[in-house]
């Protein structure tokens, strides 16, 4: 045990113990230590089932925070997180990293990987550690990485201190050559002249984030998908997922406590926003039939981002400046800021279009200069190749991708088959409740169905119980079965045969077994899912009694 996991004291054990005890309550929930030998070693990586069907449609941009690690924070915390459909930090899974090695990370990754069906992620944001760069070079090779910026630029006021002391306007210079550079060949000029105004192009720091400026400054990341369409410091929070929730002098007992907290919160706002982009109808600001589509489409948040960009199309004309055949090219800028256009080619026969400002690509959602193209062009509607289902109220409906995109096929592995199962009945649950909440007659109908359901699913559990036993008894795995009942069976076979046949119908029993389990343990948490749903649509039906008598 190292020194790190004697100062924690008992609180590893404690943190194995939880997880045992949630894994045997549901199978679906997966945790992993390295090297262990039973007793408290090793890292710990765990991910339950919630988090392993969430990266199923939200995984294609993660970030891997180790901050925690720092020497000012009591436990050793690592998590993975996204953005869900509202742009909501979502967890894909935690770890205790008691070792800090490029072993130790590997293992992390690899192991996180395997939870979730080795589904790789486009992009990976991370903090500034060189053994992490190597281990995502290792495991996740063909993953775009992404450096932290905020930390990057924590790092630069650190280090020139003394510069932003001497020269205020310096800062000031350095974070509009990185954040609002639209080419490379911008950025590129305006730091040169950046260094060569405050005399620092020999310095050693800035001279090593340039080195790496592919990895972190945003115009050279905007080719891939990183779900970022906030503003600067709404992106800095967006994987906050633990604030408030972790600090210096949490324990480790505590961090578990406050770990299921989180989750339950989290869950609530989720829910929330859900029921507000379902129940609610936005705002429109133009007569456009494509905002109306993208208010029925996305959820709120999203929608209001895809609105905001849509009004500027008013202040940003397309002009045609270029047409070869079915592509023709326009410039779009700003009324006054001609200078600051962006080129956008237009295919008329397959309705696509492509901006060199790379928002779509970027953020899933499509930016103002296409717009206004198809405002040109009059394109009504949003082509579905422009719509990330990622980013709309049916994310979690089927697979990710586009809307286009065939529903989910659940996969043939009975461990991941079983989290996309409990997960996809709980979604569709959630949908049942808000649809019979509506009024009393539909209450009274979801109420009925809620109760037919179960007994429907309570007699397929009897007759897989039935099927199963009467498997066992066809195959000879009975429990009155033994070895003399074997030899009247079949007394032409040898003693090492019938052995052998003893130890195959014993692995047939062990395997039935084991399938039963998972069966009873996901229906049992099915069964939950339901009572939680009854019990809150019956709060829902009993407000809306009292409000009508009032």
Request: charged content about 25%.
């Amino acid at each position: 045990m190292n020194s790190r996991q004697r100062i924690l004291g008992g609180g590893v054990q404690h943190v194995l113990d939880y997880l045992r005890r949630m894994h045997s309550e549901n199978p679906a929930f997966f945790y992993a230590v390295q090297d262990d030998n039973g007793s408290s070693n090793g890292n710990i990586f765990w991910a339950d089932a919630t988090a392993r069907m969430n990266y199923h449609y939200f995984g294609d941009t993660i970030k891997l925070d180790t901050s925690y690690r720092a020497n000012c924070y009591s436990v050793p915390f690592a998590t993975f997180t996204g953005l869900n459909h509202h742009a909501q930090p979502v967890l894909f899974g935690c770890a205790f990293l008691f070792s800090e090695s490029e072993t130790s990370l590997v293992w992390l990754l690899q192991t996180w990987l395997q939870a979730m069906s080795a589904q790789k992620p486009v992009s990976i944001t991370t903090d500034t550690d060189h053994l992490i760069q190597m281990a995502i070079a290792h495991v996740l090779p063909e993953t775009r990485h992404r450096l932290c910026k905020w930390s990057i630029l924590r790092d630069t006021k650190e280090k020139l201190t003394h510069v932003c002391q001497t020269h205020p306007t310096f800062e000031i210079e350095f974070m509009k050559c990185i954040n609002e550079a639209e080419t490379l060949e911008e950025f590129e000029s305006q730091w040169k002249s950046l260094l060569e105004r405050y005399y620092l192009t020999d310095n050693e720091f800035l001279q090593s984030i340039y080195i790496a400026r592919h990895h972190w400054v945003p115009v050279f990341m905007r080719e891939t998908f990183f779900g970022d369409f906030l503003s600067d410091e709404d992106n800095d929070a967006k994987n906050t997922f633990f604030d408030g929730f972790v600090n210096a002098s949490t324990s480790i007992q505590l961090l578990i406590k406050h770990y299921e907290k989180a989750i339950t919160i989290w869950h609530e706002k989720e829910f929330n926003a859900d029921l507000d982009s379902n129940n609610t109808t936005p705002i429109l600001k133009t007569p456009s039939p494509m905002e109306k589509q993208a208010a029925d489409l996305y959820t709120r948040k999203v929608f209001m981002k895809f609105q905001q960009e849509l009004v500027e199309t008013l202040a940003n004309p397309a002009t045609k400046i270029d047409d070869a055949g079915a592509i023709t090219t326009y410039h779009v800028a700003k009324f006054g800021e001609e200078h600051k256009a962006h080129t956008v080619r237009f295919n008329t026969f397959e309705l696509t279009a492509n901006c060199s400002c790379l928002m779509f690509e970027f953020s899933g959602i499509i930016c103002r200069h296409v717009l206004s193209v198809f405002r040109a062009k009059n394109v009504l509607t949003l082509p579905s190749q422009y719509i990330l289902k990622r980013w709309t109220r049916n994310a979690k409906t089927g697979g990710g991708g586009t809307i286009e995109e065939n529903p989910l096929e659940l996969p043939s592995n009975s461990q991941e088959s079983l989290t996309m199962r409990h997960n996809s009945l709980r979604q569709e649950a959630i949908k049942f409740v808000e649809e019979g909440a509506k009024s009393i007659h539909s209450y009274n109908v979801a109420m009925n169905a809620l109760k037919e359901a179960a007994k429907k699913v309570s007699a397929a559990k009897k007759k897989n119980t039935d099927k199963t036993q009467v498997t066992n008894m066809v195959n000879g795995c009975n429990q009155g079965v033994d070895e003399g009942d074997i030899d009247q069976a079949d007394s032409g076979q040898s003693k090492e045969e019938k052995e052998q046949k003893i130890r195959e119908l014993t692995a047939k029993l062990d395997c039935i077994n084991q399938r039963s389990e998972v069966y009873r343990a996901n229906l049992l948490a099915v069964l939950k899912d339901m009572e939680e749903q009854k019990l809150k649509l019956s709060v829902k039906v009993q407000n809306a009694r009292l409000s009508l008598k009032e």
